[in-house]
């Protein structure tokens, strides 16, 4: 009888609330855009790209088509080319090994820690000759071990390009993911943590060359005259698509303390369920900063905690709908990295965005915790 007093529907994400709570303003920024008819490479893209750039300290940012031509593009601006090894890891969306695949150079995977990020160890274990470059997978809003990928880099002298898709304003200490090597990427995709309204992605970098090729890759190969300087793509950030990021970032900081605070509310309510490793609280070490573009665990029993987590109205999803890179057939990978291969056993995604409550998560803990008290 009273089983239903407390249901709810908590979606995974909630494309419409996001929009809805901001139409006025979202719709005013458009209007203006379309009022001047200022749609292609345009200023309102170039004011994005200065304010993403000086947001996280880089000398150089550009708006692309989206988060996986963004790699892609990186790739080729840092001179990866047919015969190349690129390390990434299996935990990643299909975008990151994808990228290196077009370019012609081969991808290699490797595992994830217990953080989720990229394992150094098991970086430098899969170096050959043909290593030229590693790719940090910046997952989760956390960024990865920095100081040693850097070290490992170094040492054999490789580049790194990072995809940073799931981490703008995330650090290592105090540089921002995206800026450590030769380029880093991102995506708007719309549940990112900076979204657009259809597809969008950024390039970052340090570097006046990698910066001049981005420039005319782009924009089919052309210099800033028009002069076709090499062979290029069609992949502009669209100016309307820009000038809607140029508001978002505005509140971007409030929104990531607004994330930061729903860690903390999902940690200390699921800090004694020991069937469950949670992701890095906010605060857990002085050298991170994490910006929760997901908050991902681990769970005994996940297939029926999710289960239960469904009929009480919370949705969850597993990344990649379950499956890491390695393990897609079609694409012949013979690695197993073995804390990824057990790790897809138990990950999933609980509910973190800004239109989430606190008052969701603590109602999405009660759930879990009644879950693991029932089996007891
Ligand atoms: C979203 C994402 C991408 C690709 O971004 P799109 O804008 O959808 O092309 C690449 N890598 C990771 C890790 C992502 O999460």
Redesign the pocket.
């Known amino acids: 009888m009273t089983e239903n007093k407390t249901a709810r529907t908590i979606p995974f994400f909630n494309y419409p609330a996001q929009f809805i709570r901001q139409e006025e303003e979202i719709l005013g920024v458009m209007r203006d855009v379309m009022r001047r008819g200022a749609f292609i490479l345009q200023k309102d893209l170039e004011e994005f790209e200065k304010n993403l750039a000086k947001f996280i300290n880089v000398k150089y940012a550009f708006g692309v088509a989206?988060?996986?031509?963004?790699?892609t593009i990186a790739l080729i601006a840092a001179g990866i080319k047919a015969g190349d090894e690129v390390i990434v890891p299996s935990h990643?969306?299909i975008?990151?090994p994808s990228a290196v695949h077009w370019v012609g150079a081969t991808p290699v995977l490797v595992d994830c820690g217990k953080d989720h990020m990229i394992d150094p160890k098991s970086v430098e274990a899969a170096i050959t000759s043909k290593t030229k470059a590693i790719m940090p997978?910046?997952?989760n809003g956390r960024t990865a071990d920095m100081a040693s990928l850097q070290e490992i880099a170094d040492r054999h002298g490789l580049l790194i390009i990072e995809?940073a898709?799931?981490a703008l304003g995330s650090r290592f200490g105090n540089r921002f993911a995206g800026t450590f090597g030769i380029a880093g990427?991102f995506?708007?995709?719309p549940a990112?943590l900076l979204g657009c309204y259809g597809?969008?992605?950024g390039i970052v970098t340090n570097d006046d060359k990698v910066a001049a090729q981005i420039t005319m890759l782009r924009d089919h190969g052309r210099d800033p005259e028009g002069q076709i300087r090499r062979w290029g793509f069609n992949s502009r950030l669209d100016n309307l698509q820009a000038a809607v990021l140029n508001f978002k970032l505005k509140s971007f900081e409030q929104e990531v303390v607004y994330r930061r605070r729903l860690a903390q509310v999902y940690q200390d309510q699921l800090a004694g369920v020991t069937q469950m490793l949670l992701p890095p609280p906010p605060c857990s070490d002085g050298k991170h900063f994490d910006v929760y573009?997901n908050y991902e665990v681990e769970a005994q029993d996940r297939d029926a905690l999710r289960e239960h987590l469904a009929n009480r109205g919370v949705k969850t999803i597993i990344q990649w709908s379950g499956t890491p890179v390695h393990q897609f057939e079609a694409l012949g990978f013979t690695v197993k990295p073995p804390y990824t291969e057990q790790m897809f056993t138990k990950c999933f995604l609980l509910p973190m965005n800004t239109t989430v409550t606190e008052d969701e998560v603590i109602y999405i803990c009660e759930q879990i915790r009644d879950f693991y008290q029932a089996r007891r």
């Open positions: 989206d988060g996986s031509n963004a790699i990643t969306f975008a990151s997978v910046q997952l995809d898709a799931q990427t995506s708007f995709y990112k597809d969008g992605g573009q």
